[in-house]
């Protein structure tokens, strides 16, 4: 069992940057692939980043790519979220996952744990 929660959302401008956190309980945390997801009002639920477990690997869906980075950090069960030059379409609540295979982290179909959320706002 993984029980995940994320904290570091806010309110910030347009150019400006932020940093999601997401704390994970349990001893097997480095054995799982972790992502962000976010969703905004009235859409689905998107993948935006994922590590795995090594943090050799990472992805990101291309409305970021160059903006945010995702990081782990096994020693503190801690997997970050650094976005920079923020627009307003991402304002959204992000959330953190967790995957115990990492066969499919791009879909949140692969993921079976979730946090609660973190809203992120940027104004224009």
């Known amino acids: 069992q993984v029980q995940l929660v994320e904290s570091g959302g806010g309110l910030v401008q347009a150019g400006g940057s932020l940093r999601l956190s997401c704390a994970a309980s349990?001893?097997?945390?480095?054995?799982?692939?972790m992502g962000w997801f976010r969703q905004a009002p009235g859409k689905e639920r998107e993948f935006v980043a994922a590590i795995i477990w090594s943090g050799g690997s990472t992805y990101y869906t291309d409305s970021v790519k160059g903006r945010f980075t995702i990081s782990r950090d096994n020693a503190k069960n801690t997997v970050y979220l650094q976005m920079n030059s923020l627009k307003p379409e991402d304002t959204a609540v992000y959330y953190c996952?967790?995957?115990?295979?990492?066969?499919?982290?791009?879909?949140?179909?692969?993921?079976?744990?979730w946090g609660q959320g973190t809203q992120v706002t940027v104004s224009s």
């Open positions: 349990g001893r097997t945390f480095r054995r799982y692939a």
């Open positions: 996952a967790a995957a115990s295979s990492p066969l499919d982290v791009v879909t949140r179909w692969g993921y079976n744990y």
